[in-house]
DNA sequence: GGGACCATGTAAATAGTTACATGATTAA
DNA sequence: TTAATCATGTAACTATTTACATGGTCCC
């Protein structure tokens, strides 16, 4: 798959000026149940934007630290509307606890149990963050925002029904 | 994260004997809602499995044409059971098409419609496919399948409905 | 003063896709 | 006979992670 990092990074950016620090937590928290990106793809491809003009350093946003603010500039503004014009490529999903339930008849079945609960609370946690932040926001604005919460609620909705009937019978088959 | 091709593999392997080919069919099948493997991952990693002999080929099974029939030694095994004791990475998801939802203000409606309505086309064929393969099988049969079908069921539901609503959403403002 | 977090960066390794090549078999 | 599917393979490219290094700032 092509990479999307520079379109990602383009997209906040089109929405406000920050660091690469900034992008990288913007992703994490709010991105975290369809994308993620690491430093390494994320300064790299700043610097490289950078050159190719596309965004910008912002110097009056610069302070005592060491933080640069990017802003995008008409060039990146074009570069990402041609993109957003272009049909998604195929998802990819890779969740290895699907491939270890699948797999669990040939070990042990405490294991299993112990990652689907390990995998239950995490997305429970996840999911409890994204309703709090749904449930702050007035409903009539960044209805592209609350799209992409509701789809982050739906999936882990899904995890951890999943997890629970999964867990359910894992556990009816262990005592028996 | 490190690669999970052999454990895939030798799973499969684990469960029955066969080619690359088929390998390769039953993970875009079965496993398609959170697991994916290109031939340029399955048939080098098979080899290199046959050299540290987890796997072996089945001569008996060799017809006429030019098919490999692997099946998974007692080494194999080992290394199958080890890695279902080891605590599952972190999941990676990537899905771009909420990329360019989040973003879509930033474009043309029309195209994120477009986009939503394959999206939401494609994962509604997945969903009936899996749900008739579930309800093709006797319900005290293949736990662990029934777990991986019900995932699969359960996460297509989710994209399907939440592409029902956001092109509730997406058209309710292209026509104002 | 120390821990949490802000902030940037890169080299090396690994992972993964894609495009291409080749040819057999099966069923319409 | 021709299209679909079975079947294997690899080289080149591209993508991505990970581990490491460095140092500032904020708050207790």
Redesign the interface.
């Known amino acids: 798959?092509r990479t999307?990092t520079r379109?990602?990074l383009l997209?906040l950016l089109?929405q406000k000026s920050q660091t690469g620090y900034d992008l990288k937590k913007h992703i994490d928290e709010n991105?975290k149940?369809?994308?993620?990106e690491s430093y390494g793809q994320i300064y790299p491809e700043l610097k490289k934007l950078l050159k190719e003009g596309h965004i910008k350093v912002d110097d009056k946003q610069k302070d005592s630290r060491r933080n640069t603010v990017y802003s995008i500039t008409k060039s990146g503004?074009k570069v990402?509307?041609s993109w957003?014009?272009i049909?998604?490529?195929k998802?990819?999903?890779?969740?290895?606890?699907?491939?270890?339930?699948?797999?669990?008849?040939?070990?042990?079945k405490e294991?299993?149990i112990d990652?689907l609960e390990?995998?239950k609370e995490s997305h429970d946690v996840d999911l409890r963050r994204l309703k709090a932040f749904k449930d702050s926001m007035h409903p009539s604005d960044q209805?592209?925002?609350i799209?992409?919460l509701?789809?982050g609620i739906?999936?882990n909705?899904?995890y951890v029904?999943?997890c629970e009937?999964?867990l359910y019978?894992f556990k009816k088959?262990v005592s028996l």
């Not at 149940?33 to 993620?36: G, Q, S």
């Open positions: 798959m999307k379109y990602v997209g089109s991105f149940a369809f994308w993620n503004q990402l509307q957003l014009e049909e998604p490529e998802e990819s999903v890779r969740l290895e606890i699907l491939l270890k339930t699948y797999f669990s008849n040939f070990g042990n294991f299993i990652y390990g995998f209805r592209e925002l799209r992409i509701d789809f739906k999936i909705k899904a029904q999943w009937e999964s019978e088959e």
